[in-house]
């Protein structure tokens, strides 16, 4: 297992179209989460799975946010008409819960989206 | 990062100690972590500590607890042109949902 991955780590959209980003979390770690990064800020909360039930979803995920976690393992996260405002960096991170020794959340690299 | 409040730029000379502060608000934080950010990448832990615990020393790493103050800070020592990032402090309250600040940009001059 090669950590949390995300695809893809770029993505140029023009203003209005939909995009969809994956997360492969890490295989053993049952919780994953999504998270927006803009610029000079901290990771600000999206929503977060445990296995495939969505526990939370955070005010800052409108109507055009959706995220899926179908069988417990992937996740996407599709943004219906972006706008200018999407344009982020949309970080994808597991852990376990319960937590035993190993209680870190581990990130992917992120995707990040340009909306033009 | 509204609950967890950090310093927003550190200026360290190479070879000089490096001190990152943080504090939080949710006291029922179990676990506190730090995570750095290097330029287009995504964070990678450095380290973390156990709400029980007042101290953790993980090579140049020195973590202090304060949480009767809610105080958290990191210490790098022997600072390094890599180690300028942006390091975010994040906490992690009773629902397990890691929340962090707003990042502290480490800039190491020669």
């Known amino acids: 297992d090669t950590g949390v991955s995300q695809d893809p780590r770029h993505k140029i959209t023009k203003r209005g179209q939909n995009v969809t980003f994956r997360c492969d979390p890490i295989s053993e770690h049952n919780r994953l989460y999504w998270y927006r990064q803009t610029l000079g800020q901290g990771p600000e909360f999206l929503t977060y799975?445990?296995?495939?039930?969505?526990?939370?979803k955070s005010r800052l995920l409108s109507d055009r946010f959706s995220a899926e976690r179908p069988k417990g393992s992937f996740s996407t996260l599709e943004i219906q008409r972006t706008e200018q405002g999407d344009s982020a960096m949309y970080l994808c991170?597991?852990?376990?819960?319960?937590?035993?020794?190993?209680?870190?959340?581990?990130f992917g690299q992120g995707t990040r989206l340009t909306v033009v | 990062g509204e609950d967890v409040e950090q310093s927003l730029f550190l200026s360290v000379r190479e070879g000089d100690s490096s001190v990152i502060n943080c504090t939080y608000t949710d006291s029922s934080s179990t676990y506190l972590y730090w995570y750095k950010q290097e330029p287009g990448a995504g964070l990678q832990l450095l380290t973390y500590?156990?709400?029980?615990?007042d101290m953790k020393q993980d090579q140049r790493l020195t973590v202090l607890l304060n949480k009767k103050d809610k105080h958290l800070s990191l210490r790098i020592a022997d600072t390094q042109t890599g180690d300028s990032a942006i390091y975010f402090c994040a906490e992690i309250p009773n629902d397990y949902k890691l929340s962090f600040g707003a990042g502290t940009t480490v800039t190491v001059r020669a």
């Open positions: 991170a597991s852990s376990s819960f319960p937590p035993g020794g190993d209680t870190e959340a581990f």
């Open positions: 799975f445990q296995n495939e039930a969505q526990l939370e």
């Open positions: 500590i156990f709400s029980n615990m």
